[in-house]
């Protein structure tokens, strides 16, 4: 069975700096997709960004990448230049094709903080 | 985002009640989920549709049943919950591919449920 670990339960970050999430996870599979969801307190899980493990290159939008370490099986996000609406529950979460639909198995979360 | 309507945002009912949660999507996706989010542990998937079938359904206790009339909407029908099935319930929905393509999932509010 699939497994995501997210080893940081809360971090926190001066308004500005650069943060890293890290997320691994196990799995069997070779073709396989990745994502980060943030969930802010109004409660929507908001997608961040989506990474295909057959890519190499890592995936960017704007303020945030990935390092994906497909051998590592690790999946951490970087957020640059951080903002007080990043102030979130940050999910790292697998995906796999199974029989017609899509799963997603989800990490606990890490709360993340971004102080002024 | 208002692509993944839910509603009612929050419900308080006995354990005796029955209810139901409702879920709509304007994306035109052809898949639909039900997740549990408890305090402290992942998002657990409850339920899956697709193309209005049920693919999945993860073991959930017979008191949740689901019901998906189309592809556009998707309710969850409660009667005699227990306390332990307080939580925050969140639907999503994405386009999924016969081969696999790994859409991302676009989630709703939530309807925060409590049971007395």
């Known amino acids: 069975a699939q497994t995501v670990t997210q080893s940081q339960p809360e971090m926190s970050v001066q308004e500005a700096e650069t943060v890293t999430l890290s997320c691994t996870y196990d799995?069997?599979?070779?073709?396989?997709?990745l994502f980060w969801y943030k969930q802010p307190p109004s409660r929507q899980m908001i997608l961040v960004i989506r990474q295909e493990a057959y890519k190499q290159q890592n995936a960017t939008e704007n303020r945030f990448s990935v390092n994906f370490q497909k051998a590592a099986k690790s999946f951490s996000l970087k957020i640059s230049d951080s903002q007080l609406g990043d102030t979130a529950m940050y999910f790292c979460a697998f995906m796999r094709h199974e029989g017609g639909s899509e799963k997603l198995v989800f990490g606990k979360g890490t709360k993340l903080t971004v102080n002024p | 985002e208002t692509g993944v309507t839910q509603t009612p945002r929050h419900l308080v009912m006995g354990m005796t009640n029955k209810k139901s949660l409702k879920c709509e999507q304007h994306?035109?996706?052809?898949?639909m989920y039900w997740y549990k989010q408890s305090a402290k542990k992942p998002l657990e998937l409850m339920f899956v549709?697709?193309?209005?079938?049920?693919?999945e359904n993860n073991s959930v206790p017979s008191r949740f049943s689901p019901e998906c009339p189309n592809s556009s909407h998707l309710f969850l029908h409660l009667h005699t919950l227990q306390p332990e099935d307080s939580a925050l319930y969140l639907c999503?929905?994405?386009?999924?591919?016969?081969?696999?393509?790994?859409?991302?999932?676009?989630f709703g509010d939530g309807t925060r449920l409590s049971i007395l």
């Open positions: 799995t069997s599979e070779n073709n396989y997709y």
């Open positions: 994306l035109g996706h052809n898949a």
């Open positions: 549709y697709s193309l209005e079938e049920r693919v």
């Open positions: 999503a929905s994405s386009q999924v591919y016969r081969q696999g393509a790994g859409q991302p999932q676009h």
